[in-house]
DNA sequence: GAATTATATTCCCATGTAGGAATGTGTCAA
DNA sequence: TTGACACATTCCTACATGGGAATATAATTC
């Protein structure tokens, strides 16, 4: 899954994705992608189950699962708690180079 | 960064440099890799601003630099705001597909 | 059923990268 | 200064992956 989201284009299609279902000639056309790019890229996001299908007639309509990009949201979240203290120790540092200085 | 992060093993070596700065032979012992493999990851993660250095003798000090994972956070949580709708429309979805069944 | 449309898949090539082994570099200790 | 230690870098190989071009598949239309 993080695999899947290294990719820029892919990043792009999940986020064009989020908030509606849309065929893949959309993708194409604003993402200004190759079609056969864009299937593959769907297909990777199929297999990680960041992306769900919907066939309608012979187009596929695809949507972002949200919920798949809850792992990600967590993994970083869990560094949030750290960053308060990072930011008192780089601000202590720094007025002890200050205090050095006078 | 966000290719940096796709490798777990480099995920494993920023949660564990998150709240303290170590010397890369712990990394190497408490992860069970090899030195030069560390190494590289290392690397790859100065790169892209994951991880500080700071030398203190033949020895490296490395730390995780937690904001620099904020936009990772920050993407994923753009998503967010559409997991209540999502939930909202599949929850709909299923009880209009249990009222058919009666 | 043949042609057309929408999408998927395959083939080929170029590139990026992880691992392992070996070697290089910088620092300390005696 | 030499040896030992901590780490970084290089070389090689195997493998994954993205792009482009061509082709395949499925659904629709005539």
């Known amino acids: 899954m993080f695999n ?3 990719e820029g284009r892919r990043r792009d299609i999940l ?5 509606a279902e849309r065929p893949v000639g ?3 056309a604003a993402l200004e992608l190759a079609q056969p790019s864009v299937s593959k ?3 990777v996001l199929r297999d990680v189950g960041l992306v769900d299908v919907r066939r309608h007639g012979r187009q596929m309509f695809y949507r972002t699962n949200v919920h798949a990009i809850r ?5 970083a979240g ?3 708690r750290f960053w308060s ?3 008192a120790r780089v601000k202590e540092r720094a007025e002890r180079s200050t205090a050095r200085r006078r």
């Open 4 to 6: 899947a989201i290294a």
């Open 15 to 19: 986020v064009f994705l989020a908030d």
């Open 26 to 28: 959309d993708i194409v």
């Open 41 to 43: 890229h769907l297909k």
């Open 71 to 75: 792992p990600l949201h967590e993994w």
């Open 78 to 80: 869990t560094f949030e």
């Open 85 to 87: 203290h990072q930011l």
